[in-house]
């Protein structure tokens, strides 16, 4: 023990750091601020920790080639012991830092802890955040599969939108005219030396002023900040009610840290390493990409955006959800903390979670993408096809052959891009339905070219059979004036 | 009175020497960043003189039966040895009656995602965000904002020609209006 104590002696003589240390440990925080809600930042800092790691674990196999990194990647889930694990604990660090940082946010919005003095605090935390998303984006990439390659695909085409300078910003962004060699190149050192040295540096300047500035106090109702006299007001609640980080805080983060390890580690067990997917070949055109989970809302937001609006949305919307993360400080950088009375705040939060979760859920089941095998996958239900007539079962048939069901959907079985057409005969006479299939609109292809007048007049003969058969189906009622009373109404 | 005078005299000699020092350090970084910065732009400063596209085989034109589509593959004109697979690029020829052609980028208008082709209703569909296309590769429903990216073609001693080597884009697409005869 004395042998430590004198090892310790003799560093510290020479470094002198030990007082810093010292100091930082003791510093005093508000008591009710060592509470479980503010262990989501240290967390962040150890799934920081657990990524660097692993990174430079996985960087003694990997190889940033675009030609070699699939293999590699098989390599280390099949050939490496515990390949798979290392990979799994990165994956699934990768998920669990998105999800602390967010909550962090959240809970640091909630809590007005971004208002007079740690606006800079949180201004570095905004592009802590930017930077997490860039880590994310160019490891999927890094994951170099199908999804990565298409997905470099869709930011090459989100890039070009950019107006005057796109296509320049594309060679740059892929390093040449095409996805290739250079793209996976420049993505290697995006996620492994450009973004984490940023990163790190700005994750010390944020640790610099958390120390510096004090852990916000917990946020009390009617307790206002105001820039004249909060530095006394929290310096005086620190020295009158506060108490030293070590230990009286310190425990919480300690435990939240081992708890976050364990979870990540105990996913990456259960559920195992991310793909990767079918190897990077453009030739391979049977693929349906998508993103990983944390952009699967910006996946789905693309499919919604009307046409005419998604160029401006796609390259102005980002921009000013940064000016106002960026300006919220200086906006609202006094006033109430708790979120008790900050209705505002807090609606904004279940506003933006709601359209997350929702966009993120959509995105999970892609309703509007046409489900390319449907047509000779799924087989129109046999209870759909009892007691047709044989010009009925034809038009079923058409309805299969020219790939209706892959955008259509009979008994909840096909695609979702145009509506259920179970109940179709209810909404559509005969006349609308040959209007609808041989000049599409609302956002269905005009078929009018593509099926001979028998099969549609086939196909609609099907799909005026299509409503329950207690409901009589959608009938003009002009018909019977204009055709005289003979005319004979559909079934 | 003399002795401040020499002592600010001495700071200042030395303020301008560190200041001279800065200054040969300013340029001293311009003349490194010119050579860096034209590095960082190769990517671009390339395409000014030979330009990334060329004329690449498809293959024999009885490859592409009159009346039909059909996927061809090719190799990136540029390629780097360490490209693998990437270099191999996949488009969609017509042919529409035998003498002429149409010769479609594989990469969706809207975001670039694999078009796939369905001879049975004559579309073109994206697996993506559910962009279809018309067999002459109009824009047909989905939320692409024009048809097809199309590559220009000739034939030549029986091979089909198409002028390519660039990934088509919407933003590279719509500066070419009116410049090139390329449309992709």
Known sequence: ?491 | MIQTETTQNKMSRRMMLVRVSLLLNGVVAAMLALPIVRYLLSPIVRERKPGYDSWLSLGQTAQFPAGQTRLATYRNPHPNSWDGDTADIACWVRNIDGSKFQVFAINCAHLGCPVRWFPQSNLFMCPCHGGAYYQDGSRASGPPERGLFEYSYRIEAGQLFISAGEMPTPGRAANNIGGKATCA
Not at chain 1, 31 to 43: H, K, L, Q, T
Not at chain 1, 192 to 213: A, D, E, Q, S, Y
Request: proline content about 7%.
């Open chain 1, 1 to 491: 023990m004395r042998m430590i104590y004198a090892i310790g002696d003799w560093l510290d003589q020479r470094l002198q750091i030990g007082g810093a240390i010292r100091e930082t440990m003791g510093h005093r925080v508000p008591r009710e601020s060592a509470s479980w809600f503010y262990v989501f930042g240290s967390g962040a800092l150890t799934i920081l920790g657990l990524q660097v790691v692993t990174g430079i674990l996985l960087a003694l196999i990997y190889v940033p080639s675009a030609g070699e990194a699939w293999n590699s990647l098989q390599t280390l889930n099949h050939s490496i012991a515990l390949g798979w694990f290392i990979r799994a604990l990165h994956g699934w660090g990768s998920n669990f830092m998105i999800a602390v940082v967010l909550i962090h946010m959240v809970e640091v919005f909630l809590f007005g802890a971004y208002k007079f003095p740690r606006e800079l605090t949180w201004i570095v935390g905004v592009f802590l955040l930017l930077m997490t998303l860039g880590m994310a984006f160019t490891g999927q990439v890094l994951r170099f599969d199908q999804d990565a390659y298409w997905g470099l695909g869709i930011g090459a085409s989100i890039t070009s939108r950019v107006p005057i300078i796109g296509p320049w910003a594309v060679k740059l962004l892929l390093g040449g005219p095409i996805i290739a060699g250079a793209t996976l190149s420049r993505f290697f050192a995006l996620h492994v030396f450009v973004i984490p040295g940023l990163l790190l540096t700005f994750v010390g300047l944020h640790l610099l002023m958390v120390l510096k500035l004090g852990i916000n106090e917990w946020p009390m109702p009617g307790r206002i900040v105001r820039r004249a006299t909060y530095l006394q007001e929290y310096q005086e609640l620190t020295s009158k009610h506060g108490e030293p980080f070590v230990p009286y805080a310190v425990w919480k983060d300690l435990l939240f840290a081992a708890f976050i390890l364990l979870s990540i580690a105990v996913c990456a067990v259960y559920f195992g390493p991310f793909g990767p997917g079918g190897q990077p070949d453009p030739t391979i055109i049977q693929t349906s990409p998508k993103p990983d989970f944390f952009f699967l809302w910006l996946y789905a937001l693309l499919s919604f955006l009307p046409p005419s609006a998604e160029t401006p949305i796609l390259l102005i919307g980002p921009a000013i959800g940064i000016i106002v993360l960026l300006a919220l400080p200086f906006v609202a950088g006094e006033g109430e903390k708790s979120w008790r009375r900050r209705p505002i705040a807090v609606l904004s939060i279940l506003l933006i979670a709601v359209a997350l979760g929702t966009l993120t859920h959509l995105g999970e089941y892609t309703p509007w993408s046409p489900l390319m095998n449907a047509w000779s996958s799924e087989p129109i239900p046999p209870q759909y096809l009892q007691g047709l007539t044989s010009l009925e079962r034809q038009g079923a048939l058409v309805f299969q052959a020219k790939q209706c069901h892959n955008c259509h959907s009979l008994d909840e079985k096909g695609g979702q891009r145009g509506p259920a057409l179970d109940r179709v005969a209810l909404r559509l006479t005969g006349d609308q339905l040959v209007r609808q299939v041989i000049q599409g609109g609302g956002n269905m292809p005009a078929y009018g070219k593509n099926l001979s007048p028998a099969e549609t007049y086939a196909l609609v003969a099907f799909l005026q059979t299509l409503h329950p058969s207690n409901q009589r189906p959608a009938r003009d009622a002009s018909h019977p004036l204009v055709l005289g009373a003979s005319e004979v109404s559909p079934r």
